[in-house]
């Protein structure tokens, strides 16, 4: 479950990110997070998994008070929290394999368990015969679900991504939604924000939409159309 109470977010210099934001978040439940570029997506996103902290109110993860945390508590938190960032921040020096057991290095884990769970990962989202390969010779694609396999094996319970079909064209950003929509499936939560209007068409996943930092209420469908 993810909670946001009344939170503002200021940057240095003024800018207020986000303004007096509440919505919630089920578990297990999947929403897009929509808006204009510039809209403070990003920066939700980064509060849930603590890589900003906010001015003003509350951010509940798992019924933690996550705004609140000590440094010396995060490590535990982002266990169970995958985030795939916008501008990818892959290790190019180092192999697709590398990469992805990165976060497991972290956590400790031993090198028999890293094995399996990495190429558990990379088999997940079709990049098991490329373990060897450095990024730089991915696909954009195939770089993302590079990200995504990251992302996902240390087997997090919340699944954040930001603008994942951004840079892609059609027939990848399917192939990445449907792997989105198989973690859902197996009960995660996950909230991807876009402006990816092709993801957003016909979607009847919940939107929470962001305008100049706040939250809009939900449009009502169009005639004939059924509620999302």
Do not use: W
């Amino acid at each position: 479950m993810i909670s946001f109470n009344q939170v503002s977010k200021r940057y240095p210099g003024g800018f207020e990110a986000l303004k007096n934001v509440s919505f919630e978040l089920a578990k297990g439940e999947m929403a897009f997070l929509t808006g204009h570029s510039g809209a403070g997506k990003s920066t939700l996103l980064k509060l849930i998994a603590v890589i900003e902290r906010p001015n003003s109110g509350s951010v509940l993860v798992n019924n933690q008070n996550v705004s609140v945390l000590k440094s010396a508590a995060l490590p535990y938190l982002r266990r169970n929290i995958g985030m795939i960032f916008q501008d990818h921040k892959l290790l190019f020096d180092r192999s697709v394999f590398d990469n992805v057991q990165l976060p497991l290095q972290i956590c400790g884990f031993d090198h028999k368990e890293t094995g399996k769970r990495v190429r558990a990962a990379l088999d997940k989202v079709g990049l098991l015969g490329r373990e060897k390969a450095n990024p730089i010779a991915l696909s954009g694609g195939e770089q993302q679900r590079l990200c995504i396999a990251r992302a996902i094996v240390n087997r997090p319970s919340i699944l954040l991504a930001d603008e994942p079909t951004g840079n892609l064209d059609a027939e990848y950003a399917q192939e990445i939604m449907k792997i989105f929509n198989s973690f859902h499936q197996v009960g995660a939560t996950l909230l991807i924000s876009t402006h990816d209007a092709g993801m957003l068409q016909n979607s009847h996943v919940r939107m929470i939409c962001l305008k100049h930092g706040e939250i809009q209420p939900a449009e009502s469908p169009r005639e004939g159309e059924t509620p999302s």
